[in-house]
């Protein structure tokens, strides 16, 4: 972790791009970049928000493991309950919080499926028993007890042996297409830099503004 004096040093650096940034996702970049380098573990750690039909929200921690001008990419069974939230209603929220840096990213939009060649690159790159494991969970779904998962994987490390591990057909990735994304950075006595940037549509200019702390 950084020390104070790089921290201070970084703050600064932050509040100067933030207020002269024009393309969102070259900031949000920037952010994570640094957050890698002075935040880790996992600093690509996202809260995402979805909503069952009633309208009531959920939110759990997932990865991000890609994001560029198309948008934010994390993957999941599809089957779960976010995989089932994102069929029925595809919205998403995400918030990325970097205590030590004082930063904060929030971003929302439309979902939409990545390529199938997408999630088999990524799947390929992933540890083999986390492979497996994709295979044996049923995710989101009622566990009589740890031993009947394990009792899956063994199975499942059976069926595939020492050959290639395939992705599973129901474990996919979604791409979040934000039409706002929000910048925070911590300042003393709570007058922190807020800036958001808001777009009509992924084809529309981004349009930049400062808010209230």
Not at 25 to 42: T, V
Not at 142 to 161: C, D, Y
């Amino acid at each position: 972790m950084a020390e104070n004096s790089d921290l201070s040093e970084l703050k600064k650096g932050a509040a100067e791009a933030l207020s002269g940034a024009e393309d969102p996702f070259a900031l949000f970049a920037r952010w994570l970049e640094e957050a890698h380098a002075h935040e880790p573990p996992e600093a690509n750690a996202m809260a995402l928000a979805t909503a069952d039909g009633s309208g009531l929200p959920n939110v759990r921690m997932v990865l991000l493991k890609d994001l560029s001008p198309e948008g934010l990419v994390f993957y999941t069974n599809s089957e779960s309950v976010k995989g089932d939230e994102l069929a029925g209603n595809p919205k998403a929220a995400i918030c990325f919080h970097w205590k030590a840096l004082g930063r904060q990213i929030r971003a929302r939009g439309r979902v939409e499926l990545t390529t199938p060649e997408e999630a088999d690159h990524y799947f390929g790159t992933r540890a083999r028993e986390s492979r497996i494991g994709a295979w044996a969970s049923q995710q989101s779904r009622p566990l009589p007890s740890r031993e009947v998962l394990e009792e899956a994987v063994k199975t499942r490390e059976s069926e595939f042996g020492d050959g290639p591990v395939p992705r599973p057909p129901h474990w996919l990735g979604y791409r979040i297409v934000p039409l706002e994304i929000e910048f925070w950075l911590s300042r003393d006595f709570r007058l922190h830099d807020r800036m958001v940037f808001r777009r009509e549509s992924p084809q529309h200019e981004w349009k930049r503004e400062r808010l209230y702390p």
